[in-house]
Every structure is written in C-alpha cells, then in structure tokens.
C-alpha cells in the first residue's frame, strides 16, 4: 500500500499552538500568561480540558487516581469500565465509514485481514499524575529550551515532568516537541516486571524471551531537581529469564536528555564471555534480539531512545480512535489471546480521543530502515498510542499498536502491551502481555533502592568501556 495523502487535520486549540514566544527556535519557552492556561483551559500537562463539541470525548476532571474499594497491590490492576457497553464495531465492512477516525495501520490491517476489527467504547479521560509533576511542568512551560543546533537532538532546562505543554507554533519544532514529551512522559519513577515476548510466523506462536525488566528514570526522582540533574533520563536494566539459552545474559542502557551530548549507550554481558562488552549497535534500527526481526530497538513505547534520526513534523491535532484503558486485555492469558495476525479483538478496547499527529521523516545524511513513519500521540498523557510505518519504496510496512492502562494507586497511565504487525510479510511480535497483572507496585520506587543494578560496573569487575 502506498502512502496516503493526509487531509488537514483539525484545528489545535489556540492556547496549544498559538501561545509560544516568537524566540530563536533552540530557545523558545512560553510567557507567564501562556503558561497559565495549565490551571484553566488546559490541563496540568497542555491537553484541552473542553470535551469535544458532540461530547463523544468528555471534558478532563482530574482523572483516576483512587483504586477502586477492596484493591491492594499485587492484585491484577482493577478493569474501571468494564460496565460499559461497547458502541460500536469496525471492520473491513464498515471501515470507509469511519475512514476520518482510523489510523492508516489500521485500515491497512483491516484490507489485509477479513476477521480483524476494533471495539469501541465510551471514551473515559483516565491520564493523572502527581501533583510534584504537575508542578514541575508548570515550570518547564517557563524554562525549557531546545538544543540550539537542532529540536532533533536534544532539550534542556526542565525536570520531572514534560518540557513542552504548550507547543511552538513552529510545526517543526512542535513535532520535536511532541515525540520529547513523549520519551519523557510520566509513568512512574522505577518499577520492575516480567517481560515476555512471543513472535508469530505463519501462524505457529512462540515465546522468544521472557526478561525481567527494572525501569528506573533519573528525570522522575522526586529527590531530585534541575540542579542535580546530570541528563540521563532513562537507565533500564533486562535480565534473560528465558528461553535456556539467554538465561544469565543482562542488558543494560541509558538513554539521556541530548543525543549529541550523551548518546544512549548500552552494555551487554553476554553467556560465556564473562565480561561486559559496550554495544552501541543495540539501538536505533538494529532489530531487537527477541523480536524476530519484527521491531527495532527504537520502536519499543512506540519510539525509544535518540530521535535525531528523524525530522519530525507536526501534522496538528486530531480526534481518532485509539486503543485506551486496556485493563481486560493486560489480564487476559496471553495464549488465549493471541492470534496468528492481530491480538483476538474481543479483548481490546477503542475509545476515541484527541491525538496529535506527527510525521516523521529521515534528517539529511541519515539511514535507517524505517525512513518515514506517522506517530499518533494521546494529548492527555503522551503515550504514543499508534505508529503507522512506510519503508523505502513507499510501500505500507508496519502498525505498531500500544495498549496503555490507567493505575489510580501511582496515580498514572502505563504502557500495558505492545504489538507490531508487519502487513507485508503477515508476521507478528507481541510484547508485555499481562505486563502489570503480576507487578506488585508498578511504578513505586524499588523497595532497596539498588540503583547501583543499572551500572555495567556492577554487571562485572571486568567492564569494558
């Protein structure tokens, strides 16, 4: 399937795209005034708190951040609207009636595959977070600033919360903006879990890895603050619980504020080498080594890690339908579920919501295998939600689809699951299955606090740098 024309997209509200200084663009930060939209027309983190004019999407009030009565942690994350009786279903049937509303993945998957269709339901807007993070974005609306030689590559001057509520009216820069809201979107401060992944070829479903994963962000250390803040943003540590042969292998990397500054960088202990080794090719297009060659490192959350890859452009807001509050498919069983070309439908919940849309495209004198992709990012808590991907000949790729679950007792919103379909060769990769029904206190700081964990040091007294 060839690209697709993208009709223009409906007017972002003006305090979101009108409100930014006329300043240099590696500099550009918004007035007091502006910046005191976050406590009346939008929220604490730049989203329109209005519902929408036919009231499909409701107005924001705050939302949920008390557990429902009788939960306690470690119990399976609470499904809030299961009540709900679902509005309406789409498929390759009834898809051109809701073309204005569907991601082109989605519509490509839905040409492909006969059987496969999106559930919708009322829309609930469940994103909160901290007051400490709302009021370190009311901060960074004042203060953070753009890397002066390039949005692509970096920010500065912000801390414990997203850089950029209120967007440039730059569409270049707006695009930056978005995807460094995104990379430093709340979702708690350190959690660890169980990471499975299963990759279907042909139909015949396999588990190529389960890993523990421990999450830690710097950038979120409600100890902390700019002063103390040394730049890197995210460090993650993946122990290899399975299959046999990766047990004993761990990975870990960092990832930081300014890809030319700190360039993320990665380490590896690898079974029967006994030392740890920096491995700088774990990132960007290098497929993961658990994906099957489904997904690259850089398509973990929908984009992870060094963006200056990309140019990207904001193409504006719009209403669409996303998958959102997926508590019903985070506790399902994942061999239940899991079909030979999509997740089974019946477990996934649509709602619509307002989406800013950025097209990404590949930066003079870069490579990649993925040279243009279209990224569609909630407004509420800027988890990418879908990502549609072309490769070089301008055919139809990829969908990326992330499923995200509100948690009340953080309060936030997580990334629950993850699926890649490569439309293509018919090959899926599916990862995080039940991702937080096991988790005891996803999210919480970690119990002992060993941060030491993510240093390759600690991996090994023999630690190549």
Known sequence: MKRRQFGLLGATSAAAMGAAMAMPKAARAVSADAAAALKTTLTPTGAERAGNADGSIPAWTGG??????????????????????????????????????????????????????????????????????????????????????????????????????????????????????HITRWDGFSYTTD?????????????????????????????????????????????????????????????????????????ELLNGEGRVRKAPELTYDTPTATGGGIVNYDEAYGFYGDPHKYNWKLLGKKEMYVPYNNAKLVNSNPDDVIKAHFIDPSVVRYEKHRVWVVDATLAPGERHTVPHKRIYVDEDNWHITLVDEWDANGDFLKEIILYNLPIPSLPGTVQANCTAHNTQTGQLMVGNPGFFSSASSPGLIFEDNSLQIYNPQFLSASAAY
């Open 195 to 267: 990471n499975p992944t299963f990759v279907v070829n042909n139909g015949v479903k396999a588990v190529t890895a389960n890993e523990q994963l421990r999450y830690h962000l710097p950038y979120y250390d409600p100890n902390g603050s700019l002063a103390t803040f040394d730049g890197w943003l995210v460090k993650i540590r993946l122990d290899y619980l399975g299959p046999p042969v990766l047990v004993g292998q761990v990975l870990c990397e960092w990832t930081s504020t300014n890809a030319l500054d700190r360039p993320t960088q990665a380490w």
């Open 64 to 181: 949920e951040t008390t557990p429902p009565a009788g939960w306690a942690p470690g119990q399976p994350q609470p499904d809030l609207y299961a009540s709900d009786a679902m509005l309406v279903s789409i498929d390759q049937t009834n898809m051109a009636q809701y073309k204005d509303l569907l991601s082109v993945g989605l519509i490509e998957m839905m040409t492909k595959y006969p059987d496969f269709s999106i559930k919708v339901y009322p829309t609930h807007r469940s994103a909160a977070a901290p007051q400490y993070v709302y009021d370190n974005i009311a901060q960074n609306a004042l203060t953070a600033t753009l890397d002066p030689r390039g949005a692509r590559y970096g920010f500065a001057n912000a801390y414990g919360g997203i850089p950029f509520p209120i967007l440039d009216s730059d569409p270049d820069v707006a695009g930056a903006q978005v995807i460094w809201n």
